[in-house]
């Protein structure tokens, strides 16, 4: 375990989390801590337990410079250490009998037809869990990145259906964001946030 994991809290992480925008090249994440950063990620929460995420984990030079005209030419997916594409699963219901296989007969049945019976004929259902779900495993893959010393950066800005056609993603899966991790070259905007009364609403509106 990194010694920045050791140390950093999660109201450090929150805080010191910042959308970084221009990353060192040549930046290398070990493996084995990539592969912490994205176990924590597959600990978010989900509906039904279903774990809607998919992370397409582009790493190769050659791979990151192929998002660049997909993502309008912005530099950190070409410089960053890593860019994850978060896709959400617009068929998670099928993974229902799997995820129940160790629950008693009548547990299973329940839940795999509850969840069949949300999903049937329910297009916008599908696509509602699935990136609502991935968004949920995004936000922990960027909190756990930074609380091991990385920086991210949340990116809706990209073509979609040019991303679906050149990483060949099958139509099974929604592209949500793409998050490059890696090392800022220079530090991330300063950012305002609404008073915390312009965001709460207490009761009733």
């Known amino acids: 375990m990194s010694q920045v994991n050791q140390t950093i809290s999660a109201e450090e992480a929150i805080l010191s989390r910042h959308s970084v925008r221009k990353y060192e090249r040549d930046v290398v994440i070990p493996q084995a801590e990539l592969d912490e950063i994205l176990s924590l990620a597959h600990s978010a929460p989900s509906s039904w337990n279903l774990q809607h995420w998919r992370f397409l984990v582009i790493q190769e030079q050659a791979n990151k410079d192929r998002l660049l005209p997909i993502a309008f030419n912005q530099q950190q997916v070409s410089d960053a250490s890593v860019v994850v594409v978060v896709l959400g699963d617009l068929e998670a219901n099928l993974i229902a009998p799997k995820i129940y296989e160790s629950a008693t007969p009548e547990i299973r049945d329940m839940m795999v037809g509850q969840i069949n019976g949300a999903y049937e004929n329910n297009p916008a259902v599908a696509r509602d869990e699935a990136i609502r779900n991935a968004s ?13 010393g ?8 990209y073509n979609p259906q040019a991303l679906i056609q050149e990483f060949k993603i099958p139509a099974r899966y929604v592209p949500v964001m793409l998050l490059p ?3 800022a070259a220079s530090p991330a905007r300063a950012t305002e946030r609404l008073p915390l009364d312009n965001v709460v609403i ?4």
């Open 181 to 183: 991790i890696g090392k």
């Open 150 to 157: 990385y920086d991210t950066v949340p990116m809706g800005g």
């Open 136 to 148: 949920l495993a995004a936000m922990q893959l960027m909190l756990a990145a930074r609380a091991k």
């Open 202 to 205: 207490n009761e009733s509106f």
